[in-house]
């Protein structure tokens, strides 16, 4: 209930025409109204594309398949674009026979659907990851990023011991408005990264690499503790949430 | 032996009726009596019940499935209510060739059979858990209390990320007695839940994550060093305990 | 603003006694209206103690004396009962020179003032300790408990290595209604202790210890793992936390 | 040496005004030209400016006064801000005493001078408080972001355990393009002020607190963790950090 | 080479029996004698038994069937008992086609043979455990201390949260020389048992619980901290090393 | 009360020479008799050497030097020997003003009275340890286990880098019949020491070391995982567990 | 581009066979060079054998059997030895359809190709492993430090609780001129072997061992506390560093 | 004794000129001979410089400036070079007072002493590090390597940041034999750096930095997870090991 709609209606309540109680009622109403929708199992957030300008998003990690599905087809059902992540192929499967037309990306596990108008970002949000191995995070954050409506440039394949690939791919560092850097083992490439450049980094560990990675708590402690300006940190293998964050960025 | 009992014994002692030596080794007995039935495996706590108001519950982690089975059946032949928490769905099989009438909730993997007197909690036990994904321990938790003698109500998926889903449940959560909130992640419901209530709130931090939610080692951080009062905390996904907790009190 | 007053606002307008600008702009105000003071670098919670029945409580770590002492004399002018937890010499001081009759309790590091009137608990709070180390922590629980209304029984030193000296103490392990129990190193004495009653059992893990009781994290995991139903836990060393937990139990 | 320069040389070279050697020369003296001052224990980075548009901060800890004093008055003498953060009250006598016009802020433990033109950034960055105890990180922030440029407001001791609090200041959370949350113990604040707003949001984690908050590992977990979007995260204690961040997002 | 040897040899080589080169050569040779059998991939460590009293046991972990069934059939070859611990049915199998006396203990996952003389030790072993899932790790223990030729008695499920269960079995503890302990969870045992006897204990920690017990963390950390005397600890779950180091005292 | 003194007991009450009500009395103090001595702070474990051979020992650490000098007090009144560990010099200056006897060992840290009686145990206790630092928690446990009844030899800086000290010394290391081995930094020392013997190993983690090394938690892992039979371990720095576990087995 | 190349390009500026512009583009070009090959998910690293000597390695870990194969085939065709660590029986089978020489080693999970000319080293490398558990990680070692022209040696089963197997192998280990030593558990073998040589020795711990030895971790924090000189490690498992570092010494 | 010496003695004994019982002494005696100088507190290793070329080094760490300075004395007075690390400025006057010639590095916190033959390295011993706080750590490596024998570089402050610094020392990097990288917070220079040269690079994490680096821990993980061939690690602010490590290298 916005303050225009509260001085109507008291106004309606000076003139008589609507009484006390109705009108104590539907203030009332107005503070408890849920802007979600109740599916037993979950509370489905629309109130938060509102406030961020894209609906809720799937988190599948712990859902089942036929969850994951339910409170897809609600979101389409609204004629909202969806995204899934952490989408097992069962995920999707259950997702297509009541969206039919959902996409998945098996590569990033996520699963996408385009409709609807989404606001466009202003630059380019780029996603640089330093291994092969690397890869499904980053194309985790890749999808997300172009989905929220951002132009995406990928540099891939970029670590740290081999600085000669980094730095040939200088031009398309300085044209980023906001870098995506996705990375396991030491977790370097944010700090090298950062260094070369002057817009905000989003640094993302992984949980790539053995024995001392500790599933990618190295890489995590090292972007933490990263000697260079602009860098932020996700959790481990947080795609999602690096492109989220990016593209709040690039809307400013 | 009771005061009451001793008393007696030595009155039939200084009558004659009974000899020094029969009533020493009464008295040696009582000392020594083994309050529990001795299954080989296990030695199955009848006297729990007495001290607690409820008979053993079965943690079925670790066990196999025949001895969960062995014991559930004997404490089932005593007419008490039966409780098996961490049930694989063959532990279920075992028990219910033994005990037909119980039952198994696959969320929860819980299995159940209500049967004997129980007392009755005097208020209501609300759970409340922060996304879909910590359902399983939550139900857990509803189960138990349920059938430890409460009334029980729900409030699901009010993380706090949105608000306005959890302040729009509050006159469920003034309503309750004792409080158990499940959160998975950085854990945050319990803080900002009790800060808005007045009754005890068991915290139950979930595995529910990736990266450095550490199997709910955040989750569980964060509740330990939560800046409201009222909150304490039990182990990791631990729904059982922190129901067996809320209902000690609520039989206060 | 609560819903009688609403609909009296509302009748009013109605009446024509009040206009539907000035209407509107009282319920917003209130929908606005802070129930705090803030004196710059806090703001002090005064509509805490409407929620749970004792005023805001000052966490002395990380203050300067001269901050403890303005949250307190802010207290102690609203004519309510002060406590300062992790207390300084220093902040005591400091607190005296504005708040004379404030009682500074060396060992447990708390600073006190009782005023006002508290509602009483309906039983008594038992703190038990394992040694002679833990109790600073045990004496902040039992002053914390006793100065929000409630009746404290203290048993000190019952450690798990000497189980005579606990079972001694039986009788009044009987008599409680809640009980703090404070334990450093292996942090057993909850587990044993909960086993020998029916009421709810708040743990306490103290840092006491050396080498790989880290800090008291042995003791946590000890008190977290407990075998023995009715056991939460709080953070280590917070006796305070664990005495509010039991008070808000010991008032239902 | 940039494109246009080379060309010129070239030029040259072709016009018979500068001979080959002397031109192979001037080429490689630009490749390897270090544009950082050498002082024998530090190399400063001038280049930095050129780069980031800031000049380079001295991060106090680990250096002596006397090396401080030395990189300041380097930084100084090319007519630029001068930023020393971690700074001990020894460290900014030794600066005052080459740099009289520094000014040393005890709280934020910081060593400021504002001198020559600084870009504006374009809206405002809000720096947002849990407790009174984190006031040293969050003013760390709200000073660093200031020098470089940038409104700067603050909201401070806004807790999740007090929610009014935090609700009753969102007029100035809507206004911020940019918010920096500083918060210890469980660190639940970025969490729930994230789903507020639709701005970016940097977490700082503080080491506030005791026992199982780890020196601030609680809080970092809690908001690396966090369930709302656009949330990214900086090292504990990183105030410094957090605002250079949230100054190159409020620069694009 | 013994003194006594050595000096034989040197009178021979006085009588000119004996060249100084070959004397020589069996001085040296003594010196680089090999008392193991070198199998590849494997040297067989039948000095073992001359310093410790019982033949090398193969730990199974980590070894392949074929590994395992090598140097099972090179221990039995030569006599000696055969103890296989972390046995999987698949090396039980490939043990039995070439050692078809051996036995395989699936509970306590170990191939044992009884063949030759061991000499047996003074008094008896107690093996307790807290919990049913505990028996894997109690069995390991018992098996193997009852091959190293001692005495074994055991006295499992007798948890500390069910305190009477203990102490009616206090005869056991009191005819016992040395006990070990095992248990999981918060691994109180060792405490409370330790105080009732005067006889060494060795406690076993396991990996049994889920949460925040680590996988025996919790335990172990427990044993270690313990406050009562007399007190060892070994590795989580390695029964076979507390039966080990039991069987020596026992021979002492 | 002994089955002796309770048959006695029930005689005269049979006999008429003592009534049901005081012998019930009797009965009922007997099985309340608390065999310690509650000074306040803490309740004297007198009964400790009815059960271990060896009184109470006070643990310094966390005790102010009037509650340590206080508890010596008693002991030594009831002419028993006394023992202090992690005392400092305050402690013993402290008790030496009540117990002028009293000998402090400023390296051990521990203050020591012999008096009365102690059992010798059969064998020689050898303390080794790895290097220099070790020093002071080699002494805790040398001086421990001599005022325990025990013959003590010491074999110090041996450390497994150089490995032709320790061997010099293996005639000492088989004239002992129980070795406690005292190490820091990697922790080594108690597996190759116990592969050269066939006795029980005490292994004592020390906090010496840096950087990775963690307080102890290096070499206690190390020694945890130990590939050797016969060794067991107890915490960091624990010179006087190690002792006092030595000691029981050498009174075996 | 060298000094050389440069002078000559500007003397044919001079002499007008190359115009400014083509001569500028030329430095340019130099510059930006990128001296990898593109393959979309990987930019081989050809450059780096320019640099050490030996062609990029593929850590098959994280990469799928078509990634893997498709970069082998790249390398082998530019007639280059091939190497592949940590490949599954997958990932081989790929590789071989495009290259059919290439060789797997199922225990060390490696695949290599030996081809075109590697320059060999000028000693031996010595690989010594603790027990039979370790050698998948040892062999991995050996075969990389094979393929890259060394002279390797194998030292096997020589754990220090069995001193004299190590002590019988003094002849092997000190022909060596780098000593690769491979253990798990404790990881004491590089102190006590660094002890007895006065060569470089290259540790790695392996993930060998259960409970406490945490995956490792134990043996990586032994060996970083070593006391003896000369020990330097590499990661958990890896085989294959320590063996690169190796060759490169034996390079020198 | 060497074969040499022993055949000498068997002809001895042959020709009649030694006895049997004679030279069977000396043959024990050679056998138990201990190259080590007993202090009673340590046992002075001089066969180290047999094994390694260089005299025992000692750890100021845990002792006393007493034993500091009589351990100095024994090894100056041997002729042999001094190199104490961690001295503290009270252990370095205690040993000028027995050692007047000795030199106090208090950066480095190392006393020396040159004197008699060192054996010189082939190559130069590069030195970097990356930040200005990494001096204490970097110089210890520095003059112990000087000490021991070999030509020594420093490259200080050249962290990742500000690829620059690193890049305009390339011609430095090239010219050493064997590279010391010391860095703290994320130790991400060790990767870089080893990705230019063709030498072995020994890494040294630092304690350097605050919050999540966690002592060094950060930087340590960095190093361990090295995506770059050629780089070992040693422990924690282990400036010493890299030293002795590098001399090692460049002496064989």
New interface residues.
């Given amino acids: 209930m916005t303050?225009e709609a509260?001085?109507k209606l008291?106004?309606a309540?000076?003139a008589?025409a609507v009484?006390?109680?109705e009108?104590?009622a539907q203030?009332?109403d107005a503070?408890?109204?849920?802007?979600?929708e109740d599916v037993?199992?979950?509370?489905i957030?629309h109130?938060?594309e509102l406030?961020?300008?894209f609906p809720e998003?799937i988190?599948g990690?712990?859902?089942t398949p036929e969850?994951i599905a339910e409170i897809s087809s609600r979101i389409v059902a609204r004629g909202r674009p969806l995204l899934v992540t952490?989408a097992t192929p069962e995920a999707a499967e259950a997702v297509r026979q009541r969206v039919p037309e959902a996409v998945y990306h098996p590569l990033a596990r996520v699963i996408t659907l385009e409709q609807g108008e989404i606001p466009r970002g202003?630059?380019t949000i780029l996603v640089a990851c330093?291994?092969?191995?690397d890869?499904p995070v980053a194309e985790e954050a890749a999808l997300t990023a172009s989905l929220m409506g951002n132009d995406v440039e990928r540099v891939?394949?970029?670590?740290?011991?081999?600085?000669?690939?980094l730095l040939?791919a200088q031009d398309q560092l300085r044209r980023a408005?906001v870098i995506i850097v996705v990375a396991?083992?030491?977790?370097?490439l944010p700090?090298?990264l950062?260094?070369?450049?002057?817009?905000?980094v989003?640094a993302v560990?992984t949980?790539?690499?053995?024995?001392?990675?500790?599933?990618?708590?190295?890489?995590?402690?090292?972007?933490?503790?990263?000697?260079?300006?602009?860098?932020?940190?996700?959790?481990?293998?947080?795609g999602f949430?690096?492109a989220?964050?990016a593209s709040?960025?690039n809307h400013?």
Same sequence: chains 1, 2, 3, 4, 5, 6, 7, 8.
């Fill in positions: 303050t509260l001085r008291l106004e309540v000076q008589g009484s006390p109680e009108a104590g203030v009332l503070m408890r109204e849920a802007p979600f037993g199992f979950a509370r957030d109130h938060r406030r961020q300008g998003v988190l990690l712990g859902k969850q952490r202003t630059g330093a291994g092969t191995s890869l891939y394949d970029v670590g740290v011991a081999g600085l000669h690939r040939s408005r396991g083992m030491e977790g370097a700090s090298v950062a260094g070369l450049v002057a817009v905000p989003i560990p949980s790539v690499g053995y024995g001392a990675s500790f599933g990618g708590v190295a890489a995590l402690l090292g972007m933490l503790n990263s000697c260079a300006n602009g860098v932020s940190v996700v959790n481990i293998d947080n949430g690096a989220a964050t709040l960025i400013l």
